[in-house]
């Protein structure tokens, strides 16, 4: 058997800065095995796989450890696939996920991304977690999921810069995946995102994290449009809009490369 693959830098305007992500079309959904089996050996932070429907497309996203319930850049590099690569014809694209309808539109300013408000919780700040990112956090907050995340809110961009995480003791500490997040120097919000409990200890470019990052940061700033950036080694730009419940994430996608999977 032969399968498609294709690799994109998500959120990204260039090659080798955003997060890469593999997406494979496949005609039908193969055992669940296998398709973990083959993000393990992508061996990249998510693999999207997406079968066409009636309306649109059913789209799973896996990391090379566990399948997961939500996943921006993976969306975003599904989406740079099908109008990019299969010809996909209009400006919307409906996708059917665990975690609801998604909506991806095409735009001069690039792909939006439709997404769900995951509102954050205020918990108490965690100093176990705090000695394991390497500096202590002002606020910290909650928002469920599976796995969950934490949101630990500092001062300063240059304290989540600094940011040098021992992840075995921040696994040990958390069974949730961590946001670090600043207001930024030259935009409205940076953040950085470490999650080992799913086997990524930093990744690169993190769209799941805005549907919390962006009401967090909306209504301490008493804004609606936000200018965000992951500073990861790698580094990606958000443009960011909250409305109705509602996260809309605008980015680019870079293809990196096309080839053939064979099993």
Known sequence: ME??????????SELFCGNPAAVMPLDQWLADELLQNIALENNLSETAYLVANEGGFDLRWFTPGQEVELCGHATLAAAHVLFEHLSYAGDAIR???????????????????DFPVAQPVPVDVDYAICRALG?????????AGNPGKLLYVYEFEEDVARLSPDFAALLAASAQCVIATAPGDNCDVVSRFFAPQVGIDEDPVTGS???????????RLGLTHLACRQISARGGKLDCRIDEGRVYMTGTGVTFLTGTVTL
Not at 135 to 143: C, K, Q, W, Y
């Open 135 to 143: 500096a202590t956090a002002s606020e910290a907050l909650s928002v």
């Open 95 to 113: 996708f059917d996920t665990r975690s609801g309808e998604l909506h991806v539109t095409r735009s001069a300013a690039g792909l939006t991304l």
């Open 209 to 219: 994290a805005h549907c919390a990052l962006v009401p967090y940061w909306a209504g």
């Open 3 to 12: 399968l498609p693959i294709y690799q994109v830098d998500a959120f990204a």
